[in-house]
T-cell receptor, first 110, second 113 residues
Framework: NAGVTQTPKFRILKIGQSMTLQCTQD?????MYWYRQDPGMGLKLIYY???????DKGEVPNGYNVSRSTTEDFPLRLELAAPSQTSVYFC?????????FGPGTRLTVT | EDQVTQSPEALRLQEGESSSLNCSYT??????LFWYRQDPGKGPEFLFT???AGEEKEKERLKATLTKKESFLHITAPKPEDSATYLC??????????????FGQGTTLQVKP
């Protein structure tokens, strides 16, 4: 199993541009999550999903959108990128307890 | 409010010098406490799950313990390869149908040879 995969690994965006961060898991987990991690800070939950077609906001959802059309995929969309969205983004999935994380996407908005 | 606090923020040890990392939590109805290891530039890697007070789990030089208010990650005779950030997370009873975790800020461990 590949586990949780994320693309791209790195990206530089200009202010106002948009992009989609991809996340795929092959463990047949129903639950999936998007976090951001800033230097010296913990993981902050952006959005989560409890199954295909069901998504909900986490603690920092502003400026982001998600969709969940299949069990495997959970893309994160950034509209009108802002410097405050410079961060490392992690996708995770779980069955019900421990979460398994992808390798992350390092995003810089300038 | 459910919350998790880890201490210290940073810890420097000499190789072979044993120590402990602390994770204090306040949560309504603990369903599980999780320890992760995170290496620079990588995603968190799952280490342990603890479910009830008195439970212990071990893996190589690491041992995690749990009380009703806190968890400790004991590192025995650490090696430089144990250097990483260690994250603690809890799952509250109210999150049983979402799987959401509440993470602490982490403890960055550096082990010098």
């Amino acid at each position: 199993n590949a586990g949780v995969t994320q693309t791209p690994k790195f990206r530089i965006l200009k202010i106002g541009q948009s992009m989609t961060l991809q996340c795929t898991q092959d463990m047949n987990h129903n639950y999936m999550y998007w976090y951001r991690q800033d230097p010296g800070m913990g993981l902050k939950l952006i959005y989560y999903s409890v199954g295909a077609g069901i998504t909900d906001k986490g603690e920092v959802p502003n400026g982001y959108n998600v969709s969940r059309s299949t069990t495997e995929d959970f893309p994160l969309r950034l509209e009108l990128a802002a410097p405050s969205q410079t961060s490392v983004y992690f996708c995770a999935s779980s069955y019900s307890g421990e979460q398994y994380f992808g390798p992350g996407t390092r995003l810089t908005v300038t | 409010e459910d919350q998790v606090t880890q201490s210290p923020e940073a810890l420097r040890l000499q190789e072979g010098e044993s120590s402990s990392l602390n994770c204090s939590y306040t949560v309504s109805g603990l369903r599980g406490l999780f320890w992760y290891r995170q290496d620079p530039g990588k995603g968190p890697e799952f280490l342990f799950t603890l479910y009830s007070a008195g439970e212990e789990k071990e893996k190589e030089r690491l041992k995690a313990t749990l009380t009703k208010k806190e968890s400790f990650l004991h590192i025995t005779a650490p090696k430089p390869e144990d250097s990483a950030t260690y994250l603690c997370a809890v799952q509250a009873g109210s999150s049983s149908n979402t799987g959401k975790l509440i993470f602490g800020q982490g403890t960055t461990l550096q082990v010098k040879p």
